[in-house]
């Protein structure tokens, strides 16, 4: 049976050193009581004793020795699963906002902290022995923990984080289950819930995994960037996790450059259609693949690459254009555009040369200038060709504009007579009244007034109209 709190025992350093041990045994029992921390004026004393034995128990494993004996192990992970593992209360994720609103504090949390604190302490401790602690926490202890990070209380996630991370380290035999289940953690976050606190914290303990991966790289953690972490940037939620993902991509990056090609294939895939904020966070996450990529992989993907960007460049919504003109301060990525500026800036050019004469804000026209010239610098011979083609291509669409106006200008006088011609067919009369008629069907259909007299004297002749009919009509349109 549990022992209360309301059994008062002495302090662990003031007793003899044999006895210790079974002290220690105690107060980890004691802990194992939970308080209702809703109900603030409830076992007011208790949950203060609770505190303070914790807090004892936090300074006590940080600097005492030869406390942890073999019995210590599951009495000690008892009491961290007593106190940390719980239902979470269910969050309405078409209500809360996590960019938004602010997120729910645990109200235990004077408690959780020091356990959290403890079980630090108790992990890090030069006493600690992982094959003895293996069989206590296990596969089912670090389920229950990875649910935790679900936590709306960014304190206690930022605490999983800590102990997740030593229990990867600690544990070898641990390693591929807890990869495993964040895998399945993110793919039910893309694919089905969209709903998950603790993506970020997961990201980082990720980001230092990814960095201890031997080379050549497995296959499994291939396809877990690929299928995994690749699709992690379509979720609404990116702007919450997204400098944890982009570190993780450019580890892998760094590890292999071979996949530079489907990392950046699969970015371009999923590029947000009607996200600005989205697109911006994407040319960031570029910059920085951007950094560290081979020049023999850029050739690579260069063509379709700068395809986005030049549609970027283009982008009515300045921050995008911005970010996307903010590559040419790069000096690596210039060094690449430089390289390989027959290919880029073809691709470049018409959009850049647009944008240089009709863009809305100065500030991206002056951005656009300065590319402009560092492309002239670069290749002034192909600049100077692709100018030439340009004004030419306009003048050849001015030409093709025009033509297209006075065609339907055409059609529209012809659909004009034809209707005219309906009326007058519809509408039998004296040949001297036809004009009337179709002045008033003119008039109905907006036709000038040049174009109605005009006509209308055509009709007079053809019609025989007398004179005073002719005069009475051109006072009328007078």
Not at 191 to 216: C, Q, R
């Amino acid at each position: 049976p549990l022992l209360t709190v309301s059994r008062s025992l002495p302090m662990c350093v003031d007793v003899p050193a044999p006895e210790q041990p079974e002290l220690f045994l105690k107060k980890l029992q004691q802990c194992c009581t939970v308080f209702d921390f809703m109900d603030t004026l409830s076992d007011l004393k208790m949950k203060e004793y609770k505190r303070s034995t914790l807090n004892e128990l936090v300074d006590y494993v940080t600097v005492s020795r030869g406390y942890l004996t073999e019995q210590a192990y599951p009495e000690v992970v008892k009491m961290v699963s007593y106190n940390i593992f719980r239902t979470l209360p269910p969050t309405d994720s078409n209500e809360f906002d996590p960019e938004e609103d602010e997120p729910t504090l645990e109200a235990a949390w004077p408690h959780l902290q020091l356990v959290y604190e403890f079980f630090i302490r108790f992990l890090e401790s030069q006493e600690f022995q992982p094959s003895i602690a293996k069989k206590y926490i296990d596969q089912k202890f670090v389920l229950q923990l990875l649910e935790l990070f679900d936590s709306e209380d960014p304190r206690e996630r930022d605490y999983l984080k800590t102990v997740l991370h030593r229990i990867y380290g600690k544990f070898l035999g641990l390693r591929a289950f807890i990869r495993k289940q964040i895998n399945n953690i993110f793919l039910r976050f893309v694919y089905e819930t969209e709903h998950f606190n603790g993506v970020a914290e997961l990201l980082e303990i990720l980001g230092s995994i990814i960095n201890g991966f031997a080379l050549p790289l497995k296959a499994e953690h291939k396809q877990f960037l690929v299928k995994v972490l690749i699709p992690l940037h379509t979720v609404r939620s990116l702007s919450l996790f997204h400098a944890q993902l982009a570190y993780c991509i450019v580890q892998f990056l760094e590890k292999d450059p071979a996949l530079t090609e489907p990392v950046i294939r699969g970015l371009l895939k999923f590029w947000p259609k009607t996200c600005s904020q989205k697109e911006v966070m994407y040319l960031g996450e570029l910059e920085e693949i951007l950094d560290v990529i081979e020049p023999t992989q850029f050739v690579k993907i260069q063509e379709t690459l700068f395809k986005q960007i030049s549609r970027c460049v283009s982008s009515p919504h300045f921050q995008v254009a911005e970010r996307a003109l903010y590559y040419w301060n790069n000096e690596y990525i210039m060094s690449l555009i430089e390289e390989n500026s027959s290919v880029i800036l073809p691709i470049m050019f018409a959009s850049l040369y647009r944008i240089s004469k009709e863009h809305w804000n100065p500030a991206i026209v002056a951005l656009v200038y300065n590319v402009l010239k560092a492309f002239m610098e670069m290749n002034s011979t192909l600049f100077d060709e692709l100018t030439a083609t340009y004004k030419s291509d306009r003048q050849r669409e001015k030409k093709k504009e025009k033509e297209r106006e006075e065609l339907w200008k055409k059609l529209e006088d012809l659909e004009l007579k034809r209707s005219l011609s309906a009326t007058l067919l519809s509408h039998p009369c004296p040949p001297e009244h036809a004009p009337w008629i179709l002045y008033g069907h003119l008039e109905r259909h907006g036709a000038t007034v040049f174009f109605v007299v005009v006509f209308f004297l055509y009709c007079a002749t053809y019609f025989m109209v007398d004179s005073h009919v002719v005069s009475l009509f051109q006072q009328h349109c007078k």
